[in-house]
């Protein structure tokens, strides 16, 4: 079995008698740490002895969200030991005087002790809490030069790990806070820009580019441009150059894997350009009527030339079907080019029997708008 093309290692043994006692022999080791942990947090024996087993637990389970929030308490305990420190109700601390030092190597400790938990287990969401948890209480208890610091080579450690598995989404928004943490107040002097936006943007491009198949990367990649031409404050000409250029770079995307479902899905993202109800929001919001059709019946040109070739791709009629749907909510007639647009329901229904359903509803609709 593969990850995102990523094969995981390890298969189904012949189960033998003596690899049954073993098994055995695991669970009920297993069931010994359970009890020596949660004996010691009750008695409120916050030691590094304890700490030590909750990481044999986690290490063995990184599952148990419970013993996650146990770590957690002897953390806290630790920090009170170097800082003189009080926590409110959501479990952040205020610093102390001293101690930073301690402090720092405690949390680094921590981090490095996940660093072979998240290989094993890239996809535990409890893994990834507890790394955030550990970084934002460098942000509480350290003076923020230590603390961008820490959050900086978190930076380099996702980076990392996209690298090994491009389209892991819990790794892309955990990127996205890490980035938003470096980017706030807390972090910065004032003196220089905190903006990472056009470092986020190239590192999308970056990352598409040697998949093109990754649906985090492209929507990171949504996310960042109203951002992006605000901070270059972009005038109606940077816009639409911009927009141009997107254009091109998922047409290039489109012809080189017509059949790849996450291109399909950013092309969508780009032609809510032209729809008069979402223009508003999108990267050229002043768009005028003549220009939104102008570029709607180029879009729609260029679908027909793709199906040359890519006949049996039901996403290309699919967006044939969009597009031109948009079209005669904008202009109030349909595009010349849709004529076919029955035979585009016709030939979804045949490629796409299990939606048969939808796409005779469709169809209906098409025909009532007539």
């Not at 953390?75 to 800082?83: A, I, N, S």
């Not at 990127?175 to 004032?190: F, I, K, Q």
């Not at 005669?328 to 029997?353: E, H």
């Amino acid at each position: 079995m593969a990850s995102h093309g990523i094969p995981r290692a390890g298969g189904v043994e012949p189960r033998t008698e003596q690899a049954r006692k073993r098994e055995l022999q695991k669970i009920e080791e297993y069931q010994h740490l359970v009890i020596q942990v949660t004996h010691n947090i009750r008695e409120r024996r916050y030691t590094s002895e304890v700490l030590h087993l909750t990481s044999k637990l986690l290490t063995l389970d990184p599952e148990y969200y419970t013993i996650w929030n146990q770590r957690r308490l002897i953390l806290q305990h630790q920090f009170r030991e170097h800082l003189d420190i009080q926590y409110d109700e959501e479990g952040n601390g205020s610093m102390g005087s001293a101690g930073h030092k301690a402090v720092t190597e405690i949390i680094s400790d921590d981090l490095q002790f996940l660093v072979p938990l998240l290989r094993k287990f890239p996809k535990c969401y409890w893994i990834w809490n507890h790394r955030l948890w550990l970084l934002e209480q460098s942000t509480h208890l350290l003076p923020p030069s230590s603390a961008r610091r820490m959050w900086h080579e978190e930076l380099g450690l996702v980076s990392k790990m996209l690298s090994l598995d491009s389209r892991n989404f819990h790794g892309w928004g955990y990127r996205r806070t890490v980035t938003a943490a470096l980017e706030s107040d807390s972090m910065n002097t004032g003196e220089n820009s905190s903006s990472m936006v056009e470092q986020e943007f190239r590192y999308t491009t970056k990352m598409i580019e040697s998949n093109l198949s990754n649906f985090s990367a492209w929507h990171n990649r949504s996310k960042l441009i109203s951002r992006l031409l605000d901070e270059r404050g972009a005038d109606e000409t940077a816009r639409l150059k911009f927009l141009d250029d997107e254009l091109q770079f998922i047409q290039e995307a489109l012809y080189t894997d017509p059949y790849d479902q996450s291109l399909w899905f950013y092309h969508q993202y780009l032609m809510c350009t032209f729809d008069q109800r979402l223009c508003q929001h999108t990267m050229a919001p002043r768009l005028k009527h003549d220009q939104r059709i102008e570029y709607m019946t180029k879009e729609i040109d260029k679908l027909l030339e793709m199906l040359d070739g890519a006949e049996d791709c039901k996403w290309i009629f699919q967006s044939l079907i969009q597009l031109s749907t948009m079209y005669k909510a904008s202009s109030g007639a349909w595009p010349a080019q849709a004529d076919a647009k029955g035979d585009w329901v016709t030939q979804l229904r045949n490629l796409d029997p299990l939606r048969t359903g939808r796409w005779t509803e469709l169809d209906r609709t098409l025909q009532s708008e007539i």
